[in-house]
């Protein structure tokens, strides 16, 4: 079958593997749509954590490179192996992974608790091994699938993963009814926010900041209450204009960057909440004065803790919608690199969510 495998930084080859046969507790899937995170896109760039180098094999998996990437996708089983529950699993079922693996031992504190997004070794099927979703087919264990709602279409499905992290974030947040937001960047993870955050409360102020011109108009188009350019404006005295001097309940930062992570804490009320969900390259310095005056609850959160069901549900009901519109490019598997990671790139104004199809 058809695979995009990992080299290393900046060499990913499309190429001819052994198509894998479903084992023990395992469901064999046919890949329908992978999305491409912007974690991928770094690790084409540069050495990332979590994304495998060299000969060292990655210690939940036992692999090294190369491997099969893609961690965001849906698709549908076609074979059922031993061991699984078919009154469960049956083929032509529509699924979804929820890709994080950790190590599951009772000595690990995050492991024990079943918080397997805190694990020191946790990784991702599609990042440290075990197949992804950049090929035809998957063998994947039932434990990381759940079922994608016959309501929801496959390439929607793909967009759960990343979704997830906007819910999870969301509800570490503590975000209610009635309160206010922040987003800080309008990529897909800020973009998935926003559908998160109005799935909360469907009339919330939602202010969203972001520098590039489409993805301002996506978060218009999807229903933000105020977007803002911050090349233009000043984001902070902006929000303080637009919620009458107090201030947004929460700020969410998904850009990642020095000014991103000040205008949040700039932005928050008093005993507002912060939420990091960026990746940095560089870390930030943090105005410790603002937090101790203000009382502002600082907090990060690391991809998604059992939310897939409820996110699901959701997705279900219809309290989720308009997914579909922020994908902005589908691309055949062959062209993965040039037109997926080097779009996104070389592109990035133009693109939200490019989906790759097997």
């Not at 060292?56 to 698709?75: A, Q």
């Not at 608790?113 to 990042?127: A, D, E, K, Y």
């Not at 229903?223 to 001097?245: C, F, Q, W, Y």
């Not at 907090?299 to 989720?320: C, N, Q, S, W």
Request: aromatic residues 6%.
């Amino acid at each position: 079958m058809k695979a995009a495998r990992s080299y290393g930084p900046g060499d990913i080859r499309v190429e001819q593997i052994e198509e894998p046969v479903a084992g023990e507790g395992q469901v064999k899937v046919k890949i329908a749509w992978n999305g491409i995170c912007g974690s991928d896109v770094h690790a084409f760039l540069t050495t990332v954590p979590k994304y495998l180098q060299g000969t060292t094999p990655d210690p939940l998996s036992g692999e090294s490179l190369p491997v099969t990437l893609g961690h965001e996708f849906s698709g549908t089983i076609v074979s059922v192996g031993p061991g699984v529950d078919g009154q469960k699993w049956t083929v032509g079922q529509n699924i979804v992974v929820e890709p994080m693996i950790s190590c599951m031992k009772s000595a690990c504190p995050a492991c024990s608790i079943g918080s397997r997004n805190l694990c020191p070794l946790n990784n991702f099927i599609g990042v440290g091994g075990w197949g992804g979703g950049l090929a035809e087919y998957i063998a994947v264990y039932t434990q990381y699938i759940h079922p994608l709602p016959n309501n929801v279409p496959l390439d929607v499905g793909a967009c759960v993963e990343p979704l997830a992290v906007a819910w999870h974030a969301v509800k570490r947040s503590g975000f209610t009814k009635g309160q206010s937001a922040l987003v800080l960047g309008a990529g897909p993870i800020g973009l998935f926010l926003l559908k998160v955050l109005q799935s909360f409360d469907r009339t919330a102020l939602i202010i969203v900041s972001e520098p590039t011109v489409l993805r301002r108009q996506s978060a218009t188009k999807q229903g933000a209450t105020h977007v803002i350019d911050p090349k233009g404006s000043n984001v902070s005295e902006r929000v303080m204009e637009l919620t009458a001097g107090i201030g947004v309940d929460v700020a969410f930062d998904a850009a990642g960057v020095q000014v991103s992570i000040d205008a949040a804490i700039e932005s928050v009320k008093i005993r507002g909440t912060v939420v990091n969900l960026a990746s940095w390259e560089k870390l930030p310095v943090i105005d410790i004065h603002q937090l101790l005056l203000k009382e502002i609850y600082l907090t990060g959160t690391a991809a998604y803790d059992r939310v897939h069901p409820e996110l699901l549900e959701a997705l279900e009901a219809g309290k989720i919608t308009g997914i579909e519109q922020l994908i902005t490019r589908r691309v055949a598997l062959e062209d993965v690199v040039e037109k997926g990671f080097l779009a996104l790139l070389n592109d990035k104004d133009n693109q939200v969510k490019i989906l790759i199809h097997p």
